[in-house]
């Protein structure tokens, strides 16, 4: 048989046996493998191929990573084993498998880093925010001398979710000043020049102020706010950055559902008072107030998809743990038997059971990171399940904090999501990125 026959024919075979077998469970469990991975010195951890095959596995750098407990930079493996990795100090390295020790497979970009550990929380806390502007949140009507009804606001093109930034060219840090600058620019019969940001991009507008004949003031046929407030949860606290997480998931304005673009604020300590229980349906809320004492635990420096973040110098009482322990990556988390720390009465913060149902498979940031199912009979007595103002009770497995509750399903309100620990913790600038609200679903 010719050299190029027998090529050709060998890789028909090969095509066969991988489009024959693709459909199968092992190779579906290989092509969730991830690009890339970040890995913590000395923790070991692994790669599930589950494919029986023999492989060529090679590692450029088995200084900082050792396949199998070995030092050899190259292995023959059999894949129906998992790929066993063990970092050895921080950096970079690339772990290829070739299938039959020619053909490649798969490449995985590793990032071992030093060790990590945080102090899970759980603790109730009291948010308060103020934006980085003056958020339009609803259109009003003017009556003005003829007796007709007209919104300037409207007229001038803004929109639900707009954030004035500046009026006249004066920065717009407190709704209290608006209506000053409001009335000059009636009272002279002039447009004011209005900045405002709407998803992101700066634009520009002019709006004239209408005299309302019913209560005497020049207005600007806009519902405004400034501020929100709430209660949530706290999932870490990393004392050697003083840097704290909370929420699990973006603080929006309850009538626009806008994310709040954060211009300062504060997290205080809070009291669970009472709890409405969750029914199918319908989800339940902790009832908590801010503590007599008004203590201020720590700022409000950003607001995004994965919770609130900030500086807090010390951990506030009440908690389970006073030392920290070690955060588990999206690729270690497991269906199994878990555990979320929170609050159902007063401050003190208790552990309850739960189990994994459900991990996504994610190597870069994503909400929905993991569904969980509350089992513990004590606390399905208490709320019913997962309720509003649980939301960043801390999940830990195995000894290690693993991600943060974020949403209840409305109707199983047993379950909701999680969001992994790690996304948090590149959102609070404690972990490095590797970069350069569903349906039927509330806020827990």
Known sequence: MKPNLRRKLLGFVLAFLLCFIGTADPVQSFASLPDELRLITGQQSRLDVAMPVQALASVDRPDVLQLNGSRESKLQVSLKQPLQLNPQQSGNAEVTLKLFGKIP???????????????????TIGVK???????VVGHHLVRV??????????????????????MDGKPLNDVT???????????????????????????????????????QSWRLGLYIRDSAAGVGTLTFYAPHQKVYGALGHVITDMNTQTPIDVGSGQIVQSNVTSISRSEEGEPGEKRATFTKDGKILGNVERNTHFGIFGKMNQLPDHGLYQEPIPVAFSHEVKEGPAEILTVVEGQQVERFTVEIVHVSKQDAPATKGMVLRITDPRLLKKTGGIVQGMS???????????????????NDPKSGY?????????????????ESTPQNLKAG
């Not at 880093?113 to 899970?120: D, F």
């Not at 290690?400 to 209840?408: R, S």
């Not at 590149?426 to 490095?432: A, H, P, R, T, Y």
């Open 177 to 215: 000043k608006v209506a000053e600058i409001v009335e000059k620019a009636g009272k002279t019969n002039r447009p004011l020049d209005i900045s405002f940001k709407r998803g992101g991009k700066e634009m520009k507008t002019k709006l004239s102020p209408a005299y309302d004949q019913e209560d």
């Open 129 to 135: 925010v103020k934006s980085s502007g003056i958020l």
């Open 105 to 123: 497979l798969k490449t995985v970009h590793v990032k071992v880093m030093p060790e990590l550990k945080v102090i899970p929380g759980g603790q």
């Open 145 to 166: 001398q003829n007796g007709a009804k007209v919104s300037p606001g409207e007229a001038a093109g803004l929109k639900l979710g707009d954030l004035l930034t500046t």
């Open 392 to 410: 960043g009770s801390p999940i830990v497995q195995d000894g290690k904090l693993i991600g943060a509750v974020t949403h209840v399903f409305v």
């Open 418 to 434: 999680g969001c992994f620990i790690e996304w948090m913790l590149q959102d609070s600038g404690v972990l490095q990125s590797t």
